[in-house]
């Protein structure tokens, strides 16, 4: 039920729905006054929402900071790969195909070359609603794999369907193995503080390690500032997204 009443969340918090929720209010109303205030808000919310440097900005406080390879422990014993980055509602199925937020797994795969870590634990299962498909899990693996990363490395959990169930499942694997004890958490920068919440609930505390920005450093030049950008209501989108689920995870002591 949380599953489903998460995907129907995230519809209603989606901004375009909002500004098209306003000019069907203002398309109907036979009220004039009620009808320029309508299109004014809807305005003035387009004009928000589609500027850059706002967006940006909300994303710089809200996102942790990277994190230098100096700053790591010389040695961790895994790496926790939290998924969330894969489609698999994308035909053909013979391959893996990735989205926005892809730097979760080419970083896990750093710390891994470059030897600061012993293992990596692949996190996630099945986002599908109505179908079974691959895990996550399983088709990061499979990536993990083609890049040389061989099977005595890789620990899977592929049962999670949310941050809440990662957390509780990757603390018993963590539980039956006791040689994993300095863990790194890869995910993306604007999860990283719900996703560390979770952990900490469970009785773990592995140091974050942010990928996966959707921020920008910021810029002195008026296309940053007075541009518009389509892309900045997707962004909005996801930030609203992820400061909700943290605040209902707060509420229903997931945190």
Not at 15 to 31: E, F, S
Not at 233 to 238: E, G
């Amino acid at each position: 039920m949380f599953f489903l009443l998460s995907k129907v969340l995230d519809f209603l918090l989606l901004p375009v729905v909002w500004l098209l929720v306003l000019l069907v209010a203002a398309l109907l109303t036979r009220r004039p006054g009620r009808q320029r205030r309508l299109l004014l808000v809807t305005l003035v919310l387009l004009v928000l929402g589609t500027n850059n440097a706002l967006v940006n900005e909300a994303l710089l406080a809200w996102e942790l900071p990277p994190v230098g390879l100096r700053e790591l422990p010389r040695h961790a014993d895994a790496a926790i790969l939290l998924t969330g980055i894969t489609n698999t509602g994308k035909s053909p199925h013979d391959r893996v195909y990735l989205h926005d937020g892809a730097d979760r797994l080419t970083n896990a795969l750093w710390l891994w070359r470059a030897g600061r870590v012993r293992y990596i634990l692949v996190s996630g299962g099945s986002g599908a609603v109505f179908r079974k498909a691959h895990t996550e899990a399983e088709d990061l693996i499979t990536l993990l794999h083609l890049a040389g990363v061989p099977d005595s490395v890789l620990i899977r959990e592929d049962k999670s369907r949310n941050t809440r169930e990662n957390a509780l499942f990757t603390q018993r694997i963590v539980q039956a193995r006791p040689e994993l004890d300095t863990l790194l958490l890869v995910t993306s920068a604007f999860h990283q503080r719900r996703a560390l919440g979770c952990f900490a609930r469970v009785g773990l505390q592995p140091q974050p390690f942010p990928a996966g920005f959707f921020s920008s450093n910021r810029a002195a030049s008026p296309d940053y500032w007075l541009v518009p950008s389509s892309d900045a209501l997707d962004r909005w989108s996801l930030l609203l997204h992820e400061i909700s689920g943290y605040a209902v995870y707060k509420v229903l002591g997931y945190l």
